[in-house]
């Protein structure tokens, strides 16, 4: 009876085996797969809070920039074309500004110019979807950068209103009657040394010289 059980526990003690080995693996193929979601899991967050960041950081900077490329234009008594590309040039100098080991970025700043939109008061705002993407090395990619800059100096008000008025002779009473004008649109002209400046009272300070 005992020789005839050997073989029977055999190949039991095979199957449990067999069993165990079979489970070993699955249960190594489970944590396998469970940590590489969690893996996936972090770097499209990563990759997603790095183009927050940067939406964020460009955001701003293009606000600073606008502004003193408008200032620096009407000092020189330049164009609302002028304006416009000293913002792309301004802008096009970011296109390398940051870098990441675990995440490469893509702005694709030359696509800024069709975002730049000129208001009916004469300021600039720079609004819409940057085709931006940010590829995490494991995979993961996130897309899309929104541009909201806004409360920008009222350029092209103040340089249509110093071309007009660079055909008329100021004097400090019209000048004086200007500003009364103006005041409730926030402007202000004066005339310094034989030129005459415009400011924008309302935003960062900008004039337009003529």
């Known amino acids: 009876m005992a020789r005839a059980s050997a073989p029977l526990l055999a190949v039991f003690l095979l199957g449990m085996l067999l069993l165990l080995l079979t489970a070993s693996s699955m249960l190594r193929a489970g944590y396998e797969l469970e ?9 499209s967050l990563t990759a997603n809070s790095i183009l927050k960041s940067v939406e964020s950081e460009l955001n701003s900077y293009l606000y600073w920039a606008s502004s003193s490329v408008m200032y620096e234009v009407g000092w020189e008594e330049g164009s ?9 040039t301004r802008a096009m100098m970011l296109e390398n500004a940051w870098k990441f080991s675990n995440v490469q970025l893509e702005l694709h700043l030359e696509n800024l110019r069709e975002f730049l939109h000129w208001l009916p008061d004469g300021s600039l705002e720079i609004r819409g979807f940057l085709p931006a993407s940010a590829k995490h090395v494991m995979g993961p990619e996130a897309f899309g950068l929104r541009l909201e800059v806004s409360g920008l100096p009222r350029f092209r008000r103040l340089h249509q209103l110093a071309l007009r008025l660079s055909e008329l002779h100021l004097t400090p009473n019209l000048i004086e009657r200007l500003n009364e004008n103006l005041r409730a649109e926030g402007l202000q002209v004066e005339v310094l040394g034989g030129t005459m ?13 003529r």
Do not use: C, F, S, Y
């Open 197 to 209: 400046i415009i400011r924008d009272l309302w935003a960062h300070p900008v004039l337009v010289k």
């Open 35 to 43: 940590t590489r979601e969690l893996i996936l899991k972090q770097a």
């Open 80 to 88: 609302e074309n002028e304006v416009v590309e000293g913002i792309l």
